[in-house]
């Protein structure tokens, strides 16, 4: 049996996933427990969102600049996972895919 978790309703219905699909954030290690409980092996596949910097105008043609929210960057995502993760569960196994 394999379970996912996002981070949205939208992101949920987008997949078509039923009950084996958990909506949580990763910053928020309580959101993910129902997502991980019970389970051997923990595959992380993730991907960090930037956005656009408040400001940005289309209209003048120039190229827009980027951030991430703190605690969002690409490389703090899946560790951040694996943090809460071993928190609550004793896994060996990992596999991280970015």
């Known amino acids: 049996m394999a379970r996912g978790l996002v981070r949205t309703e939208e992101s949920k219905q987008n997949i078509g996933a039923e009950d084996d699909v958990f909506i949580g954030d990763i910053r928020d290690a309580e959101s993910i427990i129902p997502a991980i409980?019970?389970?051997?092996?923990?595959?992380?596949?993730?991907?960090?969102?930037?956005?656009?910097?408040?400001?940005?105008?289309?209209?003048?043609g120039q190229r827009p600049e980027f951030y991430f929210d703190d605690g969002a960057y690409p490389e703090q995502v899946p560790l951040q996972f694996l943090s809460y993760s071993q928190l609550f569960l004793n896994l060996s196994p990992f596999l991280f895919i970015f």
């Open 37 to 60: 409980q019970g389970i051997d092996v923990l595959i992380i596949l993730t991907s960090a969102v930037p956005l656009i910097k408040p400001g940005f105008d289309p209209t003048k």
